[in-house]
């Protein structure tokens, strides 16, 4: 059974940065288009981050674009997160998140396309 371990995350001030880690088992992990996703209370939980199998694509929600970075390891069966210049409206639980690539539009960040999820991080960035 596929699984995704979440570590990283935690508490800093805005401006300040954080790293997220995934590790991926279970799983054919290099098949798998990888995301990550953050949600706060009562609201949906929404695709951040996106990359492809390979590493050499990539997708950014306009609200982090310039400030977060996704990268993953193939070799490692790892995603990581890092997270700059952090603000307060960035503070939520984030999940990382794997989707089969082909035929699945994975890129989409739609939710229900991700087969796994990591168990989540929680990340507070105070003013």
């Known amino acids: 059974q596929g699984q995704l371990v979440q570590s990283g995350g935690g508490s800093v001030q805005a401006g300040g940065s954080l790293r997220l880690s995934c590790a991926a088992s279970?799983?054919?992990?290099?098949?798998?288009?990888m995301g990550w996703f953050r949600q706060n209370p009562g609201k949906e939980r929404e695709g951040v981050v996106g990359i492809s199998t390979g590493g050499t694509a990539t997708y950014y929600d306009g609200s982090v674009k310039d400030r977060f970075i996704i990268s993953r390891d193939n070799a490692k069966n790892t995603l990581y997160l890092q997270m700059n210049d952090l603000k307060p409206e960035d503070s939520a639980m984030y999940y990382c998140?794997?989707?089969?690539?082909?035929?699945?539009?994975?890129?989409?960040?739609?939710?229900?396309?991700?087969?796994?999820w990591g168990q989540g991080t929680q990340v507070t960035v105070s003013s």
């Open positions: 998140a794997a989707c089969l690539d082909a035929p699945f539009p994975c890129e989409t960040l739609r939710r229900d396309l991700y087969s796994f």
């Open positions: 279970g799983f054919t992990y290099i098949r798998h288009y």
